[in-house]
């Protein structure tokens, strides 16, 4: 991020740049400073843009050899193409010597950095990994954005905000705007004010549906069950985050017993430590048998689904008290 910042505020801007990684947030908010550096408001004419797989590449190659009008340079914007896993290697040959007026922003997803197409953009131009930030980096951008809207908040209170939105940026963001809004007569925002108007994430449900069945609480486990029915979501995705969360913890239980730190389960899981600390204490709670039996059941419960034994939602249902009662 730094060596962009740099190219920008210098005025020494490569003709190709390639955003990629997880952090989608971070993506688009480089890819529109870039845009902003290289194209001048207003100029549709030499501004282009290309999305998806579906994309012509020798279309592109045209467009690019094409001088710009009346303009110092042509600017084509090429996201989600998948051309840095597979079939970009005519795009690679024409990146090694392009028209010197025309300039690239790739932004990608996934990447294969054994690809001719990565290893082109890197060399000739800046190849920028956007992954998804820690715990520090996230409470300082947080409450960075609070201070400047004059809010305060305690440590704390942060991060239980950030255990609602987890670490997506673009999530904290839109959650942020909704805090700042319910707080506007007030300079400091409490637990209360956190509590009363974050949403909580899907996967914040599933956590503590888990939390309730290895607690043995029925009832609140069918409460959050029909809580996240309520919400629109599909019965057989909430049984697909069941079973995820299960063998999230069986990796989490296996890796702890093995002696590694929160720091470290959380990066072979991809989860920032201070979530996987929470993922430590639930695994605790339960058996290596117990969490392999869970799974089981999941896929039980799919294959009653699936050859019409059972419909979805009884079925996701009855795999809770099932395993309640186990």
Do not use: I
């Given at each position: 991020m730094q060596r962009i910042n740099n190219d920008i505020k210098q005025g020494t801007l490569r003709q190709a740049y390639l955003l990629y990684g997880d952090e989608r947030y971070l993506k688009m908010q480089y890819r529109d400073r870039l845009k902003k550096a290289l194209c001048s408001e207003g100029d549709d004419m030499n501004t282009h843009y290309y999305e998806g797989k579906d994309i012509s590449v020798g279309e592109i190659i045209d467009l690019a050899e094409t001088h710009p009008f009346l303009a110092g340079r042509r600017v084509i914007f090429i996201s989600g193409s998948g051309l840095f896993k597979s079939g970009g290697e005519k795009l690679a040959e024409?990146?090694?010597?392009?028209?010197?007026?025309?300039?690239?922003?790739?932004?990608?997803?996934?990447?294969?950095?054994?690809?001719?197409?990565?290893?082109?953009?890197?060399?000739?131009?800046?190849?920028?990994?956007?992954?998804?930030?820690?715990e520090t980096t996230l409470m300082r951008w947080t409450a960075g954005i609070l201070k400047r809207e004059g809010k305060n908040i305690s440590e704390a209170t942060l991060r239980l905000f950030l255990s609602k939105t987890g670490d997506d940026m673009e999530n904290i963001h839109s959650e942020l705007e909704k805090l700042i809004c319910y707080t506007l007569e007030r300079d400091v925002i409490t637990d209360t004010d956190v509590e009363s108007i974050c949403t909580d994430r899907v996967s914040n449900h599933i956590f503590d549906m888990i939390n309730a069945i290895a607690d043995r609480q029925t009832s609140k486990a069918l409460s959050l069950y029909y809580d996240l029915l309520a919400l629109r979501e599909p019965a057989m995705r909430i049984l697909f985050l069941i079973a995820r969360q299960c063998n999230i913890l069986l990796q989490v239980k296996e890796m702890k017993a093995r002696g590694f730190d929160n720091k470290a389960i959380g990066g072979a899981v991809s989860l920032p430590p201070f979530i996987?600390?929470?993922?430590?204490?639930?695994?605790?709670?339960?058996?290596?048998?117990?969490?392999?039996?869970?799974?089981?059941?999941?896929?039980?419960?799919?294959?009653?689904?699936?050859?019409?034994?059972?419909?979805?939602?009884?079925?996701?249902?009855l795999l809770i008290i099932s395993v309640l009662n186990a």
């Open positions: 024409y990146l090694a010597e392009p028209n010197e007026t025309s300039y690239f922003v790739f932004t990608e997803e996934e990447v294969d950095k054994r690809s001719r197409l990565f290893k082109t953009v890197r060399d000739k131009g800046y190849a920028a990994e956007f992954g998804v930030q820690d996987a600390g929470k993922y430590v204490n639930q695994a605790s709670k339960f058996s290596v048998a117990a969490l392999r039996h869970v799974v089981e059941q999941c896929v039980d419960a799919e294959e009653s689904v699936k050859s019409g034994r059972m419909n979805d939602v009884m079925s996701v249902e």
